[in-house]
């Protein structure tokens, strides 16, 4: 009798302890999910803080006489402080400069991320990934002076007086060079992630190392790849040292990489610089610039997730 009591009361025992087990388990499981919800909330509430401020402070500068949306959108000279409000003198400069970034560190970032992911072992892996990532910690304005006195000249052995000291091409040159690691770190993240499944199937269908990297991986990565792509977009539309040190000082609309132009970036950094006083045109004029460089930033984010959801494979 005494010891099915004492089993009883070891069963109970152990079931208290169980109980309370599961108790604290949940306590810690709803206190991490609280504090996720917070930065969630949080992060969400930055960017309508952010969107707000630039709105108002925007607003002061289109509520003046002799701005309007038609010289805003319609014009191809920005002086505010003679009338000529045309922003598309600064962004054809930051499109430029941004196209000439993708379109040097997209093949070469997916390039040595299928190299890193599907060729390379794992002793070069360990030895080539660091120092690739390195790129990422040299400091922009180091970039900035790169390009002016390196890059620019190797240019002008190549293109002669064609080419201007400051000039776009240079500065989209080394602005590719920025944001290739973050652009080959993400991607070999995502082609890694791709299950070994998929490899072996493709092996024995008779595929070679190249197919498979090129035809099953690299497709079924497309997700991953397309966020880094969309982060390395909005790393070079958002980009201010490099530009203003190498590309120009001056709005001018054009969309040769030969010549010298003044991206939104690089022009709040200059003007900026200098004493201005509040609710005036150049100051409040900053803000609106601050905005089309977000509407800019977002338009070109839903276009690339547009093409990433229209072009992923899908594996079920």
Partial sequence: ?????????????????????????RLGESLIQGLLFFAGILSIFTTVAIVYELGKEAMLFFALPDVTLGKFFGGTKWQPGIGQYGIWALVSATLTTSAIAIAIALPLGLASAIYLSEYAS????????????????????????????????ILKNFFGNNIQVYNMLSAGLVMGI????????MS?????????SLREAAYAMGATKLESSLQVVLPAALSGIG???????????????????????????????????????????????GDLSYNSIDYTSLF???????LVTLVLNLISQWVVNRFRERYE
Wanted: no cysteine; net charge positive.
């Fill in 178 to 185: 920025m944001i290739l690691p973050l652009i080959s770190s």
């Fill in 122 to 153: 794992t002793k070069a892996r360990g030895i080539l990934k660091p120092i690739l990532e390195i790129l990422a910690g040299i400091p922009t304005v180091v970039y900035g002076y790169f390009a002016l006195l390196f890059v620019t000249p």
């Fill in 188 to 196: 070999e993240d995502a082609l890694s992630a791709v299950p070994r």
């Fill in 1 to 25: 009798m005494k010891e099915e009591v004492l089993k009883m009361k070891t069963v109970e025992h152990q079931s208290f302890r169980q109980f309370d087990l599961k108790k604290k388990t």
């Fill in 227 to 273: 966020a880094a792509l969309i982060l390395g977009i909005s790393r070079a539309v958002g980009e201010t040292m490099i530009v203003a040190v190498a590309a120009g000082a001056g709005p001018n609309f054009t969309f040769n990489p030969l010549q010298a132009a003044e991206t939104m970036t690089g022009h709040i950094a200059r003007i900026s610089g």
């Fill in 288 to 294: 609106a610039i601050a905005l089309m460089l977000f």
